[in-house]
Nanobody, 119 residues
Framework: QVQLVESGGELVQTGGSLRLSCSAS????????MGWLRQAPGKEREFVAS????????NYADSVKGRFTISRDNAKNTMSLQMNSLKREETGVYYC????????????WGQGTQVTVSS
């Protein structure tokens, strides 16, 4: 089990950029496949991006391809999400999550960080 803490969420204007970080307060992210998911107000949580435990394989939701980049540094026990050209509809709480099986469900979650994109 790993305890995850997100940071970096804030208010940003449409078209702006943010970099979210996820660190492990206890445990190590090294053995885990990691991901970012988000939940907009009144909507279900949705997948944003994922990265495998080695960092060589990434996957993105179609809506963020070409604008978001997920990365990880296992030595520093952190994962990041660089978000560019943000849209208003991407406002929400962003969560980092970890899983042990690539095709399985995420089992460990952070508390989330709020991203607000204003027009």
């Amino acid at each position: 089990q790993v305890q995850l803490v997100e940071s970096g969420g804030e208010l940003v204007q449409t078209g702006g950029s943010l970099r979210l970080s996820c660190s492990a307060s206890t445990g190590t992210i090294r053995p885990y496949h990691m991901g970012w998911l988000r939940q907009a107000p009144g909507k279900e949580r949705e997948f944003v991006a994922s990265i495998d435990r080695g960092g060589s394989g990434t996957n993105y939701a179609d809506s963020v391809k070409g604008r978001f980049t997920i990365s990880r540094d296992n030595a520093k026990n952190t994962m990041s999400l660089q978000m560019n050209s943000l849209k208003r509809e991407e406002t929400g709480v962003y969560y980092c999550a970890a899983k042990t099986i690539l095709t399985g469900s995420y089992q460990d979650w952070g508390q989330g960080t709020q991203v607000t994109v204003s027009s």
